[in-house]
């Protein structure tokens, strides 16, 4: 990105552009999305208890879940075909 600089402050006529990877301070919140149905078939009657559990999940969390690839929610392991990670901003 560095590299196009010059044409992105061109192109959205900014006087300044400033690039980092501090997530937490600029609002950047990781959740959970979740396959219900699929989810739904692997876990059955645990279902409930996991959907509360997932709710309460943090975004610190889920930035591990994307380095271990697992999460325990409810007593029961998720794995990177149970969930996704979207990424947004919180305003």
């Not at 996991?50 to 969390?61: D, T």
């Amino acid at each position: 990105m560095k590299a196009f600089q010059r044409y992105i402050k061109e192109e959205l006529r900014l006087e300044k552009l400033t690039f980092t990877t501090d997530e937490d301070s600029h609002g950047v919140v990781y959740k959970l999305k979740v396959d219900w149905p699929v989810l739904g078939k692997k876990l059955k009657k645990d279902m409930p208890k996991v959907k509360k559990e997932l709710s309460l999940v943090s975004s610190s969390q889920v930035k591990k879940f994307l380095e271990t690839k697992s999460i325990t929610v409810a007593g029961i392991a998720l794995g990177e075909e149970d969930l996704q990670v979207p990424s947004f901003r919180k305003f």
